[in-house]
């Protein structure tokens, strides 16, 4: 508790970067809290700060990211880990109970931070209201990961009341109506929780009950002194000693200055304890705030005054107010400083533009005196500068109170509505002349549009003494185009969007004072003034109960809670990093390219391998067999050897004695290069230089040009589909642990491919592979794992490990394919789709890796097209190698399949789903590639989800709504998918398992496939428990292992459960086979009589289990034979509202019906469905990975890539698993999950362009219209063409060099 005594070592010990997280992990051992990405972006790293606060006599609690928290500020601190409040083995805290059996946790690599987030509010709130819920999880990344487990109930096909798992997670604290007395049989049974038990709450320790800093606390580290000032005195002595010491309070901008930008400060002033930089002080202007005041005490004070006072007085704050709503997630706001949001001076800061619009005053301190200046535009005189000089401290910020006559507002705009950093953000003040609607003083503030924030001074002057009408919305907007302007390849990119951004949101401004002023605002303009209100989100659940009669001890078909969840949610279930250390253990840090194309001419380790802790450097001349490597074609290097192909290319190695030095050392390694032409970053640069991997493939059926001659009409059109980032939030991990003998060495790996990761150049017999869970995967560890592997096994003389931090991951293992798809279809007057050719195009980066041609399978989605041809390039260009990514290419040509049918669509102006509808497949039709569809269920998941999510009246809703809002637009869509499951290289779809027997009865179980979250080994547990007949309690799996199961293929393709499934099948079958003669002996036995008899009897009670999928292969020449075992099939519907003006858009419902066949665990399966859903939300609609035109990857960790947050969930989603629909060709009838409701989302961004055509429409639009994905709010503003997009014209393309380009 009391860090005093022993932070000093740690941080001499780990180096100036040791924060809260490091230290629980490496001084203390304490595992549980995780990292995910060490920038106070994904929340994994949550524990709970309490501190006594004097002048409130009580302890406040708040949660916090152990990623920033610098261990010397915790002074007088308690900090609470997942540890603290409850075990597995001890007690539960009911949170963690909750969370888990409430099947809220996946992978688990989150839960422990999801478990402290709401911890900590419970602490100081224990009857919060849902939104305090929602927003202590706000920016969290559980939607991947924890799989979004709302409560549902099981019903025999009546709809469960709707009800969220939050409400569950509260139970203790809120009564909420049970489930089980409504249903027979819900996912889960809230009566087994365990009550609250108040004693179990961990009491603050009272020594740490003290008012105030005595003394001044001094720390030296190995490279920094950090001096924690007692008063203010003290404080501005020390700015003069140390005029360019850095000052810290919550460490949220500096932590990223010193970890990602790699800043040293060499002194830190830390004067969090000084009282006049804490205190809050109401005065007849305003509030004045210490600069050290937190944003959460900052919104709490700012809420109580606008509760007390006169409305006209409260704009301004209730303007800070709107913007600390979306200031980045709850942990970073309960530590970042007012005053350290201003002295950071980042131009898209979010406070700073209402300050300046408020003239909010500062007063500035130094030994010397104090000043107050205004804050306005000569405040900021340059890029993250400010007018103090180096000796002066901001003391106190004085926020105004409006005066009557005045009308303020602030705007955000940002990729992802919750936590995240703006595109631009402004701040608005109008003040007229008494009793009237003359302009007195205007001013208007942007961020995001020049290097610091900026006034529209000119528009702002231009507009005094004009009345607040037509004509100077229209000056005002001319003016702005022409002030607020930007060059093409400004940094930040999205220039022509951010400047249509001044225009729109001055537009929000002007109706919004329009309206205040009671002028008779159009009501259908309205729109355009609402601020974002969260509903509260609902969910249902809906899975078939097993039959009647099933024995209650077999598990199969039930909703049997993850073998893991309890421990994860606990924080002890063991990843791979949480492996204690190993005596000597040394650390890896990988070395590599800046360039994208170039041969290396030297490398210079001299300064680095004389740093402390170095141990040694590794390279290409250090691998002892090949160095070629690759999954399928050995078309890669381990490590580079003379030319380096993109940036991130690895290149080598340092090893030392801890991560900090590891990773000091490898910046200091000096590489020259000698760059080469040509550089291939995009698609269209590999199509110039026509740079494909080979072979180009084709898929054709039927008579092309009979099919466009009998066409009604033809189309051409072409989409871009950008690529992803995987986002597993455990990052690639491995400990080596050489052996000592006969080159044997044992690999801890977070690997889906075990079997891949033996292959080292040593007899696969030496080593031992072994992964116990994966903080998710995603096929990104299905190839990608195994350089990271090698490299850390060739420097493994000792143990070596290295977990890579999350901007080296994204730097290095590339993601999902981006995708350039061209198309002519040819269609007849109803609709139906005649003629199809299709060409895809896809970034594979610079190795062939996985880019197979599994987009071709589904050129046509789930649509029968008699006369088709698709051919697909696999482009090789400059870029870290793309590789398998849940779905595979599928997401991608089915994505590309809809937009031409969208455009059939609109082409003749029919309902998109009536043309999706004609076209659809029927039973025994046969696929582009021959294979013939029975056993198909796609019209029945199409009704039933038409009839869920009442389609009907939905549209009728939507068209009404669309009348009367102009500015703000609702969308509709329902889209099919269609999956076919296998490996499609045919050798793959094997799979081993290994049962023994113990004598005492239990059973320990392990086959081929990994466990990354997905509940595999709990299904296999369920598949083992059914086959033996025994409870699953008696079954154990440890781990996966190349020593148990040889030859494993990847855990991937959907077909994991399918494969290990059915070799566990075969092995469990093979045992009850040797047991039989002893049960018929002995019908009256038990299992363990069963067990001792047959081994007293020397029976082997070890068994191999195997499997082959029947009846695979396809050839590409030919067109023949099946490349797929059977197909998954799914509808979703969706219903989004887009905002016009800004292009923000909010998920208002989604209805899914998929076809699991017999689930063989509805909870897994549902939280599969919707965790896949989300993947793909985020896949079309949100994530974007921008690369600079010389292939450097600038979103490199959650601050730039934003993946789907909470609140991205749609407010009310609706997931069936289709009844009565039995798999014949898997294990117990059931169906692979793992990959086909990632295409659903699809839904969301089709619902998404069907709001853009209602704006257009507006513009006098219609017809067929380019909509490339994801569906930005970048991209929805540009394609709701208006006034306001016509006054900024994008530049023209070839006549600047962009920030970034579409890869
Ligand atoms: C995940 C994440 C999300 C974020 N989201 C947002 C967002 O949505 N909007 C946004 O605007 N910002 C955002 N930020 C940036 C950052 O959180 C804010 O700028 C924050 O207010 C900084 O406060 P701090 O106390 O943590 O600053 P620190 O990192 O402690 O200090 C920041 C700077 O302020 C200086 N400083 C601090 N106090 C004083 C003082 N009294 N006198 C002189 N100099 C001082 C420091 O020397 C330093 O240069 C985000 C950051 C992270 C990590
Ligand atoms: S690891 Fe701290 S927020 Fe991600």
Redesign the pocket.
Known sequence: YDFSSWSAGLVCRAGERMVLERSQRIGLGLTGTKLGCA???CGACTVMLSKYQPHLSKVLHHSVNGC?APLCSLHHCAVTTVEGIGSVAGKLHPVQERIAKSHGSQCGFCTPGIVMSLYALLRNNPTPRMADIEEAFQGKFGVKLVGLQHLGCKTNHKFSKPRTFWKIILQPYQLVSSCTSVLPAPLYNPADFLPLDPTQEIIFPPELMVDTLTHQHTRGGERVLWLQPASLDQLLELKTQYPNA???????????EMKFKNLLYPVILA?GYIPE?NTIQHTDEGIVFG??CS?TLLGDVLKAAVGKLPLYQTEVFNAVLEQLRW??GLQ?RN???I???I??A?PI???NPVFMAAGCKLTLMSKGGERVVVMDEKFFPGYRKTI?TPEE??LCVLIPYTKKGQHFAAYKQSPRRE???SIVTSGMSVTFAEGSTVVKHLALSYGGMAATTVMAKNTASRLLGKQWGEELLQDACSSLAEEMTLHPSAPGGMVTYRRTLTLSLFYKFYLTVQQKLAKGVRDDYISATEIYHQTSPSSVQIFQAVPDGQKEEDVVGRPMMHLSALKQATGEAVYCDDIPLYENELYLCLITSTKAHATIQSIDTAEAESMPGVVTCVFAKDIPGSNMTGPIVYDETVLADDTVTCVGHIIGAVVADTQAHAQRAAKAVRITYQELQPVIITIQDAITHQSFFQPVRTIQRGDLDQGFTQADHILEGEMHMGGQEHFYLETNVTVAVPKGEDGEMELFVSTQSATKTQALGVPASRVVIRVKRMGGGFGGKESRSTTLSTVVAVAAQKPVRCMLDRDEDMLVTGGRHPFYGRYKVGFMKSGKVVALEVTYYSNAGNSMDLSLSRALFHMENSYSIANIRGRGYVCKTHLPSNTAFRGFGGPQGMLIAESWMSDVALSLGLPAEQVRRLNMYIQGERTPYSQILDHITLDRCWDQCLEISSFTQRRAGIETYNRDHRWTKRGLSVVPTKFGISFTAAFLNQAGALAHIYTDGSVLLTHGGTEMGQGLNTKMVQVASRTLGIPSSKIHITETSTNTVPNTSPTAASASSDLNGAAVHNACEILLHRLEPYKTKNPKGCWEDWVNAAYFDRVNLSANGFYKTPDLGYDFETNTGRPFNYFSYGVACSEVEIDCLTGSHKNIHTSIVIDVGNSLNPALDIGQVEGGFMQGVGLYTLEELKYSPEGYLFTRGP?MYKIPAFGDIPTDLTVSLLRDAPNDKAIFSSKAIGEPPLFLAASVFFAIKDAIIAARKESGLSGPFRLDSPATPERIRNACEDRFTKLCPPAEPGTFTPWAVVV
């Open positions: 920038e106070g972006g920033l850095k000052m810290v309070v919550g460490n949220t901008e500096v932590g990223i004067p930089l600069a050290s944003l200031f980045a970073i530590v970042a400083a005053g350290g949001n002295m950071t980042s800061s979010d406070l103090l401290v901001l936590d995240d950093i601050g």
